[in-house]
C-alpha cells in the first residue's frame, strides 16, 4: 500500500509570488492535516480537511488556504509569500482510530 | 490551549546505552499520543502509538509509556545503536472536535556515538 505522497520535494520562490503544495493520503484515508515546520519554530499545525470540508485551522493568516478535492487529495496555497514561510510543509492522512501517517515533505524557500 | 515539552533537548551517548526520553503535556484530555522519529531534512517516522487508555507500547527495542494523569510520556530505547541518531518528536491529540490535530514538543535531539 502506498504511503502519504507530496509534491514537489522542492519549490524555490520569490517573495510576493503563490506556492501551491500538493498532498495525496493513503487510500482510504478521508482526513488530510498541513503542519509547517519552520527553522527553530518545530512542528505547527496548519489546517486539516476532513471529507472535502476544513474543519479546522492553526494560527496562521488568511494567505496560508487550501482545498480538498472529492478523491480526498489536498492542496495547501500560500500566496504572498514572505521570506518566513521558508519551511518544510508536512502533510499527513488519517483514518478514524489510527495514527497520523506523514508524507516526505515539500521544502519551500523563499527568496 | 495545549503544550508539549521534551526534555532533554538534546542527548548524546555511547552505542550500547539504554536511554530514556521525556515529554509532558500540560492538558490530560488527550485522545493519543505519537513518539516520531525525524531524520534530518526529513518527514516524520511514526515509532508508537499510545491510546489515552493505555499505560505503554513497545516495538522491538522500544517502550513508550503514558500517565495520562501526571501529563507524562517516557520512550525507552534499549542498547542503542549509531542508527538511532535522529530527533525524536513527541506528539498529543485532543480528544474531539476541533482539537484533533497533533500538538508537538519540540524534540530531542540523539545522537549515540559510535
Known amino acids: 500500500e502506498a504511503g502519504v505522497t507530496q509534491s514537489p520535494t522542492h519549490l524555490i520562490k520569490t517573495r510576493g509570488q503563490q506556492a501551491t503544495l500538493r498532498c495525496s493520503p493513503i487510500?482510504?484515508?478521508?482526513?488530510v492535516y498541513w503542519y509547517q515546520q519552520a527553522l527553530g519554530l518545530g512542528l505547527q499545525f496548519l489546517l486539516w480537511?476532513?471529507?472535502?470540508?476544513?474543519?479546522n485551522r492553526g494560527n496562521f493568516p488568511p494567505r496560508f488556504s487550501g482545498r480538498q478535492f472529492p478523491n480526498y487529495s489536498s492542496e495547501l496555497n500560500v500566496n504572498a509569500l514572505e521570506l518566513e514561510d521558508s519551511a518544510l510543509y508536512l502533510c499527513?492522512?488519517?483514518?478514524?482510530?489510527?495514527?497520523?501517517?506523514f508524507g516526505p515533505g515539500t521544502r519551500l524557500t523563499v527568496t | 490551549k495545549q503544550e508539549v515539552t521534551q526534555i532533554p533537548a538534546a542527548l548524546s551517548v555511547p552505542e550500547g546505552e539504554n536511554l530514556v526520553l521525556n515529554c509532558s503535556f500540560t492538558?490530560?484530555?488527550?485522545?493519543?499520543l505519537q513518539w516520531f522519529r525525524q531524520d534530518p531534512g526529513k518527514g516524520l517516522t511514526s515509532l508508537l502509538l499510545i491510546q489515552s487508555s493505555q499505560r505503554e507500547q513497545t516495538s522491538g527495542r522500544l517502550n513508550a509509556s503514558l500517565d495520562k494523569s501526571s501529563g507524562r510520556s517516557t520512550l525507552y530505547i534499549a542498547a542503542s545503536q549509531p542508527g538511532d541518531s535522529a530527533t525524536y518528536l513527541c506528539?498529543?491529540?485532543?480528544?474531539?472536535?476541533?482539537?484533533?490535530?497533533?500538538?508537538f514538543g519540540s524534540g530531542t535531539q540523539l545522537t549515540v556515538l559510535p
Open positions: 492538558d490530560s484530555a488527550i485522545y493519543n
Open positions: 506528539a498529543v491529540r485532543g480528544p474531539s472536535g476541533s482539537a484533533r490535530q497533533l500538538t
Open positions: 480537511y476532513d471529507e472535502g470540508e476544513e474543519r
Open positions: 487510500s482510504g484515508h478521508t482526513s
Open positions: 499527513a492522512s488519517y483514518l478514524v482510530g489510527y495514527e497520523q501517517y
